[in-house]
């Protein structure tokens, strides 16, 4: 069974058509205009509906079913679970060979080391960006300064009313108060529980 795809709506789709019928497909499906980032397109659902085990899936050329390789690999392998063989007519690969089978786990690892790298990147990204002291995620909904100018407003005044003014929800002056409140807690606690030294007598 044979999958085409070409990106834009001008190309055509003959080159891969008269490739896949003279590898035997017998039944050909196509994605039009479809980009290879994705991998839920219509005509590639439709393939892996129609496949069952004993099959091989062959496309024309490898970027013709996904552009990623760590997705191509989890495509194989998914084909693989179903006992569906997969064939690339232009790399000369099929997993029904030794040598195809091969160039196949050559692929896995080589998009296992694609994902360890853009992890490792990732991490060495965000390191760097604490280093230069920017605050990751989402922006606090009150400043240290308003936190302040808020605990002070809430002896005297309604939650809700401060928190009309600051423009947040009453359930942030609560979460504010109360981690305020343990806070200090916290601190009185250290304070009672520091030991003591021992009065010595002094002679006179």
């Known amino acids: 069974m044979g999958y085409a795809r070409v990106s834009t709506e001008d190309q055509c789709l003959d080159l891969q058509l008269q490739a896949l019928r003279d590898a035997g497909c017998a039944m050909v499906f196509t994605d039009q205009g479809v980009s290879g980032v994705a991998f839920s397109r219509p005509g590639l659902d439709r393939t892996l509906a129609h496949l069952t085990p004993g099959d091989t899936l062959v496309v024309w050329r490898l970027d013709r079913l996904g552009r990623s390789l760590g997705k191509l690999v989890d495509l194989v392998n998914?084909?693989?679970?179903?006992?569906?063989?997969?064939?690339?007519?232009?790399?000369?690969?099929n997993t029904q060979s030794s040598g195809g089978t091969l160039i196949f786990h050559l692929m896995a690892a080589m998009a296992e080391f694609e994902r360890?790298?853009?992890?490792?990147?990732?991490?060495a990204g965000l390191q760097a960006v604490k280093a230069r002291g920017v605050v990751l995620g989402r922006k606090p909904?009150?400043?240290?300064?308003?936190?302040?100018?808020?605990?002070?407003l809430m002896t005297t005044r309604p939650?809700?009313?401060?928190a009309r003014q600051f423009e947040v929800h009453p359930r942030t002056l609560?979460?504010?108060r109360q981690n305020h409140f343990s806070e200090k807690h916290?601190?009185?606690?250290?304070?009672?529980?520091k030991p003591r030294?021992?009065?010595v007598p002094v002679d006179k």
């Open 78 to 93: 998914y084909l693989n679970g179903r006992q569906v063989q997969f064939a690339s007519l232009s790399e000369s690969i």
């Open 186 to 193: 916290v601190e009185s606690t250290e304070i009672d529980t």
């Open 116 to 123: 360890s790298l853009i992890s490792e990147r990732t991490r």
């Open 159 to 162: 939650i809700e009313e401060v």
């Open 174 to 176: 609560y979460r504010l």
């Open 141 to 152: 909904a009150l400043s240290n300064d308003q936190k302040g100018q808020a605990l002070r």
């Open 197 to 199: 030294g021992k009065s």
